[in-house]
């Protein structure tokens, strides 16, 4: 069924000759166009690419005069996508850590109109937890908590997973501007399509881990991911609801920030001045510090708790496929 849609692959290639040929190999048949954006590499990338293109024309080659980074990379592969009339446009890294056997699960959702955008999730399958190391398990468990916070998907998991696909409409709605050139892509991703309500949807997927090497620094990608995480999570709360629409949330947030800043800035006061003359704070103090902190949290919660119980549900994305009843023999 799903040979009968324009279904492409970007895979984003940077410094891959040495894997990205198997990956190219294996795409499944029923995708219709690849798309290759070389980001500057300095290997034989290239040249890999074009032997396989000569062999399958379902291949294309872009190339980066200047490395911009994966995001930008996908940018371009979206573009080429689209412009070539992909109706389903997927994401496939260079790197052979994804199966293109999981692709037509990725892809169903978006084809029956049930879902914009599908994303590949290794925390569904506990038994294959063990396959991935700890420092990844660890830090993507940390990013998919920060990520609810500052996407609105409180349904999702594994926000840096790449394994993705995302239908024209979703794409047609996003602001390109804003989504992040570099290792912050995939999240800047899901913020930007909580932004359009779009439907989002995890898809159980093991990921598989070879001999390469990641070139996302936990130490580095800690402190940025957490700044770019609130600028565009602070981002979405305005426009979620101070913009577009103003609800039962709006009132809480606009409350919960004040309070908050109010009730640790007079504690700070209060303590300061308490030591400064030797004289503790009375309890009258504490009380009106600890109220408006309490109270700036308890909004800020209940914010939160709107906030998960209003996930976009209705998809962008009409259905391209109907769901097929198995056939029951006659009696």
């Known amino acids: 069924m799903l040979e009968a849609l324009?279904?492409?692959?970007?895979?984003?290639?940077?410094?891959?000759?040495?894997?990205?040929?198997?990956?190219?190999?294996?795409?499944?048949?029923?995708?219709?166009?690849?798309?290759?954006?070389?980001?500057?590499?300095?290997?034989?990338?290239?040249?890999?690419?074009?032997?396989?293109?000569r062999r399958d024309p379902r291949i294309v080659l872009e190339r980066h005069a200047a490395n911009g980074g994966v995001g930008a990379a996908m940018k371009t592969g979206y573009r080429r996508a689209c412009a070539a009339g992909a109706e389903i446009v997927a994401k496939m890294d260079a790197d052979a850590q994804m199966d293109p056997a999981n692709l037509p699960r990725l892809v169903l959702p978006i084809a029956l109109g049930t879902a914009d955008y599908a994303k590949g999730n290794r925390f569904l399958r506990p038994k294959e937890l063990r396959q991935m190391p700890l420092a990844r398990l660890v830090g993507n468990a940390v990013l998919s908590f920060v990520s609810k916070l500052s996407?609105?998907?409180?349904?999702?998991?594994?926000?840096?997973?790449?394994?993705?696909?995302?239908?024209?409409?979703?794409?047609?709605?996003?602001d390109f501007d804003h989504l992040d050139d570099r290792f912050f892509f995939e999240s800047s991703m899901l913020i930007e399509l909580g932004m359009v309500r779009a439907v989002a949807v995890d898809v159980p997927m093991p990921s598989r881990y070879g001999d390469e090497q990641s070139q996302l620094s936990l130490s580095h990608s800690a402190v940025s991911f957490a700044l770019k995480h609130t600028r565009y999570g602070l981002r979405r709360l305005v426009r979620?609801?101070?913009?577009?629409?103003?609800?039962?949330?709006?009132?809480?947030?606009?409350?919960?920030?004040?309070?908050?800043?109010?009730?640790v800035g007079f504690g700070v006061r209060a303590w300061i001045r308490g030591s400064m003359l030797d004289r503790p704070a009375t309890a009258g103090q504490v009380m009106i510090a600890a109220l408006s902190l309490g109270a700036g949290a308890y909004c800020f919660v209940q914010a939160m708790v709107y906030d998960m119980v209003s996930v976009p549900q209705r998809p962008l994305t009409p259905p391209r496929l109907l769901a097929v009843a198995p056939v029951r023999p006659a009696r």
Do not use: C, K
């Open 6 to 53: 324009h279904v492409a692959v970007v895979v984003p290639a940077y410094q891959a000759a040495r894997t990205i040929e198997p990956v190219l190999a294996t795409v499944p048949a029923f995708v219709r166009s690849v798309v290759v954006v070389d980001d500057a590499s300095t290997d034989d990338t290239a040249a890999v690419v074009q032997a396989m293109a």
């Open 151 to 174: 996407s609105g998907y409180w349904q999702l998991l594994d926000p840096t997973n790449g394994y993705t696909a995302i239908s024209r409409e979703a794409l047609d709605a996003l």
């Open 240 to 263: 979620r609801y101070f913009v577009t629409d103003f609800s039962p949330a709006s009132l809480m947030l606009a409350l919960a920030f004040p309070l908050a800043a109010f009730g």
